[in-house]
């Protein structure tokens, strides 16, 4: 399916599923919530990486303004709804501030392999005990696939681009798998290197060696 949507594009990368909470204070963004909300459409976020716009982004859906101020401005709760990919800009939309795209959405396999995504899930889990940090997920561990755990999991934003990029569930958990393999010694390195700093310069209780 092919269509048009307005986008807000922004310097992240939002994945379906994902409930994104943004400050709106741009005029054109005012603008675009507003026609979001009395119309009740969706619009899309494509990533900026660069500086530029990449052809993937995330269908959103505006779920509640929550607090507008006196100059306009607004606090909003989103959510992620399906990935698209831009098929041409279009950056003047008539009477409007904002911009759009000609977009189509492709498929994209959910089929999850259960034993690879709890590997996932323990490894962040590893990940996140060497790095002293506390993230809850918003599902069950047994309902959790690839996109809600990908923010957890110490991606580049390019590399979150990457995983967005990959349709198929199954790929995106090993790109995931294969990714925590990698950081993992070198964070538990560099804590290693940390505590030893540390203690440079404490008083050392240490055994000698005996000949």
Known sequence: MTNFISIFPLSIVVYPGEELNLHIFEPRYKQLMNDCREAKKTFGIPSVIGEKITELGTLMELVEITEVYDNGEMDIKTRGVEVFRILELVKEVPGKLYSGAIVNYPEN???????????????IGQLHTILKVKKTFSKPEDQLRSFDVAHHAGLSLKEEYELLGLFNELQRQEYLKQHLLKVLPIVAEMETLKKRIQLNGHFKNLEGFKL
């Open 109 to 123: 396999s959910d089929k999850n392999k259960p034993v690879l995504m709890q590997k996932v899930i323990e490894i």
